[in-house]
């Protein structure tokens, strides 16, 4: 097997094209919208970033779950795609030749969809428990199938991950022993460290003599890893700073949101993604109501000062409170004064569960309106269309 | 025109069913699922209670987005349903003749929308402003159908609903004046009354004394409401203590959650819907990570302790922390060891968002598994098929 690409020809899908709306004028609300023309260089910027370390830029994809985003991705300079879910890598695996799984597949359904996927690009899985590695190996041993394994360790976000090198060594040993699975190198994910509330180094610095010591124990073992997966967005232009990593799996950076603007990892002008909304009601003074709520939004604080959200052309503007299909615009801070039927941009806080919430996206480039479908959205295999 | 009686026959739909699981055992997780046999038992006991006090229960849609729990609450008592969007309506006019929009339909495909569904059904749409009820009356009257309108008051809240009794007076002359609708009464949301967190009457003794007054200064207009819609989850069991009152929309309590249990509106055995998951990961001692995150569950905090959900069967064990795609379980509370692989049932915090990110309902009675559609998620109504 030759070294994937990353790349895959698309398939023909002949996809079926409704009319639809030609402007924003013409969608209905809420619904997202993203300007394809920011999303093709947050790419850039990224994959050139990586490139200039000698880094994979490897983007998560649940983020968007969208092909079209994954095509940009890759166009950009993405070597291969991020998945967290058997649908993300079902439909990920259309694009992109070489899948990593950052996510156990546990369970009897969902390893035979990994085992599918690997039987058809290369797949890589990271994973922490002996549970999951060897109901993965023998799957895929059956099939006649190899899938590669990373050995997640936990490097103080204590959410998974196998907590010392030297469980990353016994895992790491096992996975080399078992057929049916390779072992490629170990994964972590620094998301508990926040670059811009913690100006000095030492976290980043930490982390790096972390991984070098599991560098250390790994390589006394024969068990160099050939890949160490890593980074999150609001760390991603330091990755380099954290000693051997080889790939960086940086996702929400393709639409950036509020929060990565408040952590100091985006610049407002960087957010390509929002909701447009429309104004439904003015009644109670001081503030309009428009019909994006948590079903648009999501009711995600996240640190952005216990508000859901602010207008992409007046960040002043935020979004105070939110009910399911009501959005409350604070208009404290402005001379602004909306009326009823207006319609407004709203960047959300944590963009990647937005996202989540919306049918499609809408790619608006300030002249042409383009829907993009979110084909990996939802959990399959037993997705069929609703009745109507 | 006969009154509607809410029920409509169902339509043949000729539902391809595919195999699919049988049992819970064979769900791929996370999954959302419901209880039929209680679902039943909470829509028989509200109409029960609306019926003695002389009130019709016209249940919100929001929160199951299902045809078939529509039916079950109509078949349990209810007198209509209750939507927020045009999806809602459109949907839920397949199972019942008589909708309540609660939202005013703002921008000209919304508007054309729910008045396609006055063409077919009685529709009721509750708003606050001049510029909704001007637009809405154009579009009817050009089509040649009547829409019914309730004129929203606020009253405390502070999200939407005219300021003032004078003001609904206006709104509902004007409505009484233009052709294309029909003024049917006033509409109110207490949503900021919590029963539980302040047991004295008081709140609801000033609700009450409040809309006392608004049917005095409608009445002596010659305006006096025939219908006043009003009730939450929350002051459900109370809503007889609300003068004038003639329907209450509570849509909720059709499966309660860990906020409605916490505020005394509904015990932990009223809980018809979970999100089964699985345990992917034990690697961090304390807790055990399930694979149902905020894209199964939501990360609304919501006054439960400022945690995500529990266990459904061990209510001790709360989800502490959520990612997208992962579900942090405290044993702190519990002698209990989960192992990787293993399931638990989730109780969110508030199940209308959570049931909202689910592909579909799986109704499990003990014995026999269902899938249940959710046909009104989304918003429509170009929602083709995903490609695959």
Redesign the interface.
């Known amino acids: 097997v030759s070294a994937p690409s990353g790349v895959r020809a698309p398939r023909a899908?002949g996809?079926?094209r409704?009319a639809?709306?030609q402007s924003l004028d013409e969608l209905?609300?809420?619904?997202a919208v993203v300007d394809p023309r920011l999303v093709a260089a947050n790419a850039r910027r990224a994959a050139e970033y990586a490139r200039a370390h000698d880094l994979a830029w490897r983007p998560h994809t649940?983020s968007h779950k969208s092909r079209a985003v994954g095509r940009i991705q890759l166009e950009g300079g993405a070597r291969g795609l991020t998945v967290?879910?058997?649908r993300e890598a079902?439909?990920m695996a259309?694009v992109t030749d070489d899948v990593l799984l950052a996510?156990?597949p546990?369970?009897e359904?969902?390893v035979a969809r990994a085992v599918r996927v690997a039987g058809d690009v290369r797949l890589t899985v990271a994973l922490?428990?002996e549970?999951?590695l060897e109901?993965l190996a023998a799957a895929a041993a059956r099939q006649g199938v190899t899938v590669g394994v990373l050995v997640?360790m936990?490097v103080g976000m204590?959410?998974?991950?196998?907590?010392s090198a030297e469980?990353v060594r016994a895992l790491a040993g096992r996975a080399r022993a078992l057929d049916g699975v390779e072992y490629r190198g170990v994964a972590f994910y620094p998301?508990h460290i926040r670059v811009h509330q913690d100006e000095q180094e030492q976290p980043l610095a930490e982390l790096s003599a972390r991984i070098g010591r599991l560098l250390d124990v790994l390589g006394s073992a024969d068990l160099a890893p050939a890949v160490v997966s890593g980074g999150s967005t609001p760390t991603f232009w330091r990755s380099h700073e954290v000693v051997g990593v080889t790939e960086v799996r940086a996702g929400t950076l393709i639409f950036n949101d509020r929060e990565q603007v408040a952590m100091g990892a985006a610049d407002w002008a960087d957010c390509a993604y929002s909701v447009l909304a429309?104004?439904?009601?003015?009644?109670?003074?001081g503030?309009a109501?428009v019909?994006a709520g948590?079903?648009a939004l999501?009711?995600?604080g996240r640190g952005a000062g216990g508000t859901f959200g602010a207008l992409l052309d007046r960040p002043e503007v935020t979004v105070s409170?939110l009910?399911?299909?009501?959005g409350?615009l604070d208009l404290s801070a402005t001379s602004w004064r909306p009326?009823?039927?207006e319609r407004v941009r709203i960047v959300p806080n944590h963009v990647?569960?937005s996202a989540?919430?919306q049918?499609?996206l809408w790619a608006w480039d300030g002249d042409h309106l383009e829907?993009w479908?979110q084909?990996a959205?939802?959990?399959?295999p037993?997705?069929?269309?609703?009745?109507?």
Chains 1, 2 share one sequence.
Request: aromatic share 2%; proline share 8%.
């Open positions: 899908e996809s079926p409704t639809g709306p209905e609300t809420p619904a649940k967290a879910t058997p079902e439909v259309d996510y156990p546990v369970g359904s969902k922490d428990s549970a999951a109901a997640e936990d204590r959410r998974v991950g196998v907590q469980e998301g429309t104004v439904v009601s003015t009644a109670v003074a503030q109501v019909d948590s079903k999501s009711k995600e409170g009910s399911e299909e009501h409350i009326t009823v039927g990647c569960v989540n919430l049918d499609a829907r479908e084909e959205r939802g959990r399959g037993w997705l069929p269309a609703p009745a109507r």
